[in-house]
């Protein structure tokens, strides 16, 4: 996951959690997850999976593909879920956002419970690259 922004954060918000059986709480969680996403997303990973990553030089047509996916992801961001919840498996989202004030948001899924828990982490600076084991998660 090289090009990745180590985060190391000075606030972490108070997390919020959803029932993924319970269609309100699960449409008020989309809908919270689509505010996101039209922030300025700079990177997704699914499972150890990367979705995409703005942090990573590319040439045109990688840049391209990128911005299909990007723009994608921002109209239905539910896909990003849509194997988890509908296989029973625990699964994990990474936002990473960049701005004025970075945030790093954890979205955790798990399949016993049905709950989808979403962590919030203010950034306090980036470096060039990270390993997820440096992260502190919780």
Same mark, same amino acid.
């Given at each position: !996951? #090289?090009?990745?922004? *180590?985060?190391? $954060? /000075?606030?972490?918000r108070p997390s919020t959690t959803y029932n993924a059986n319970v269609k309100l709480q699960y449409d008020e969680f989309? #809908?919270?997850?689509? #505010?996101?996403?039209?922030?300025? =997303?700079?990177? =997704?990973?699914?499972?150890d999976e990367i979705i995409f990553n703005s942090y990573e030089p590319k040439n045109i047509k990688a840049q391209i593909?990128?911005?299909?996916? *990007? /723009?994608?992801?921002?109209?239905?961001?539910?896909? +990003?879920?849509? /194997? !988890?919840?509908?296989? @029973?498996?625990?699964?994990? =989202?990474?936002?990473?956002?960049?701005? $004025?004030?970075?945030?790093?948001?954890?979205?955790?899924? %798990?399949?016993?419970?049905?709950?989808? @828990? =979403? /962590?919030? $982490? @203010?950034? +306090? *600076? $980036?470096?060039?690259?990270? %390993? %997820?084991?440096?992260?502190? +998660?919780?």
């Amino acid at each position: !996951m #090289e090009y990745l922004p *180590k985060i190391e $954060y /000075n606030e972490k918000r108070p997390s919020t959690t959803y029932n993924a059986n319970v269609k309100l709480q699960y449409d008020e969680f989309l #809908e919270r997850l689509e #505010e996101l996403f039209v922030g300025d =997303v700079w990177s =997704v990973i699914v499972n150890d999976e990367i979705i995409f990553n703005s942090y990573e030089p590319k040439n045109i047509k990688a840049q391209i593909q990128e911005s299909i996916i *990007k /723009n994608h992801t921002t109209n239905f961001p539910h896909l +990003l879920f849509a /194997n !988890m919840i509908s296989q @029973k498996k625990d699964g994990y =989202v990474h936002i990473y956002m960049s701005g $004025y004030e970075p945030w790093f948001i954890i979205i955790n899924y %798990n399949a016993t419970t049905e709950l989808l @828990k =979403v /962590n919030y $982490y @203010k950034s +306090l *600076k $980036y470096s060039k690259s990270h %390993n %997820n084991k440096e992260i502190i +998660l919780f």
